[in-house]
Each structure stands twice: as C-alpha cells, then as structure tokens.
C-alpha cells in the first residue's frame, strides 16, 4: 500500500496528528475539558464551511475559529468547569452555522461527510506541511508551559498563590487545544475528534498514574490506533476512521481493569 503516495502522505499526517494530539489529549482529560475540546471541534466545523464562502481553504478557517473559541473558552479560567451548558449552546450554535453557510455554498455539500468524518486519504502534501509546522508549534508550545500547566492543574488554588496566572494558563492551553482539535479533524472529522483526543488519553489514564508514562502511553496508543485504522480500512474498503474509532474504543476497554487494580 506504500506504493501510493496517498497512503504514504495518509501515514504520514496521522502520524504527526496521532502524537499531537495524545500528548495534548492527555492533559485535556486531566483537567476535565475533554466536553471543551468537543465543543471546539464544532465550532471549527463552522469555521471551516464559513472560509470557503470567502474563498480561504478549510483548514485556515478551521483554524482560525477554533483558537478565536479557544481564547474565549480559555478566558472563563477554572469557572469553565461549570459551564457545559453554555458550551453545548455554543456547539449547537455553531453548527447550526456551519448549516446555514452550507446552504448559500451549496456546491461545497458534498463535501460536508469528510469535512464531518474526516478523510486522511484526501491529505495533500501541502496539507501535510502545514500539519507537521502547527504540531512542533504545540508541542514546544506545550513543553515551555508544562511546569505551569501541570501545577495549575493538580493544585490550583496553590499555583495561583505563587504567582501563577491561572486564567494564562488557561487561554495559553485552549488555544494549543484549539490547534490540536483542527488537526485532528483532518483525520477523523469534527464529530470524532474524541477518537484521538480523549481515548488514547482516557485508556492511558487507567493503565498508569505516573505523568510521562501516561504522556508516553496516550501518544502511542493514538498512533497505533491511526496506523492500524488506515491499514484496516485499506484491505476492508471501510472509512478509515470508523476504524479508527473502534480501536480507540476497544483500547479503553483493554484499559478498565487497569484503573481498578490502582
């Protein structure tokens, strides 16, 4: 299968989004924001059908509504815990938007299924510049942080006595998210970004407690599930990201009884 360039850019762009975004999953689910990250994906969904009306690729409008939704989930701090109310809102709104831009480009409707389920086979060599580019930019973005980030996290309340901004934190956070969400929709659309995000973090969670252990183990696992989705929808004919999906389910599964013997 390597012998197509499609497969070979499919490998490729899966590989770097895979990595990204269980490191960055990982500590999405540590701080509770996995419904965060959710809603984000349906706001880049909006963003995505609203730059095609202007005549900009999908993935820059993607982008650029994610971080924008990023910096305002970003700004409510800690109190965005609270919230998943106003964030389903938000998720329901915006793809009630998307919608209705699909309506006034109705040449671009058919191709809303791999904007909504991704399509990894469609990655051009372009795209795949770009993937790679944005995920160093998080991942070194996310290494200057993560002394912060992680004090942030476990003791808030501590952090914020020493100094540390915990609204900054936040916002810094969100948007790396929000970088990491629009990768990820390259690779299994907007509506299964929790394919990638949080299952690989989820299952690593429960199969260890220790910080880069569990870092380690929630990227490997979303590569695996990556790889071996691509390569089972290549000998099947099956959508790539089913698969893709049902790996990633099957592996928290294997991990339940991991969390119980802890």
């Known amino acids: 299968m390597f012998e197509y360039d499609f497969m070979v ?3 490729a762009a899966s590989g770097v989004v895979a990595v990204l975004a269980g490191i960055v999953g990982y500590f999405l689910v540590m701080r509770g924001q996995t419904f965060a990250g959710h809603a984000l994906s349906h706001v880049g969904f909006t963003g995505a059908t609203g730059a095609v009306l202007i005549g900009v690729s999908p993935l820059w409008g993607l982008i650029g509504f994610t971080v924008l939704a990023g910096i ?3 700004a409510l701090g800690e109190r965005l815990a609270g919230r998943d109310l106003a964030i389903g809102m ?4 915006s793809l009630g938007f998307g919608l209705l831009f699909l309506h006034f480009y109705t040449a671009y409707a058919t191709q809303v299924t791999a904007l909504l389920f991704g399509n990894v086979l469609g990655v051009s060599r ?3 510049a770009v993937l790679v580019v944005l995920g160093l930019i998080c991942v070194i973005a996310l290494a200057a942080m993560g002394r912060p980030l992680l004090f942030a996290t476990l003791q808030p309340e501590l952090a914020e ?3 540390v901004s915990l609204r900054g934190v936040s916002i810094l956070f969100l948007v790396i998210v929000s970088v990491a969400v629009a990768e990820c929709a390259q690779i299994v659309g ?3 970004v929790f394919t990638l995000m949080v299952g690989p973090a989820a299952a690593a969670q429960n199969m260890t407690t220790r910080l880069s252990a569990g870092i380690a183990c929630a990227a490997i696992l979303a590569l695996a599930e990556a790889w071996f989705g691509i390569t089972f929808a290549y000998y ?3 959508p790539s990201s089913f698969w893709i999906t049902l790996l990633s389910a099957l592996a928290y599964g294997v991990s339940l009884p991991f969390r119980r013997a802890h």
């Open 72 to 74: 305002g989930m970003g």
């Open 236 to 238: 099947t004919d099956w």
């Open 90 to 93: 938000i998720l329901s709104l």
């Open 126 to 128: 372009e795209t795949l």
């Open 9 to 11: 850019n499919a490998f």
């Open 190 to 192: 907007v509506l299964l």
């Open 161 to 163: 006595a020493k100094g």
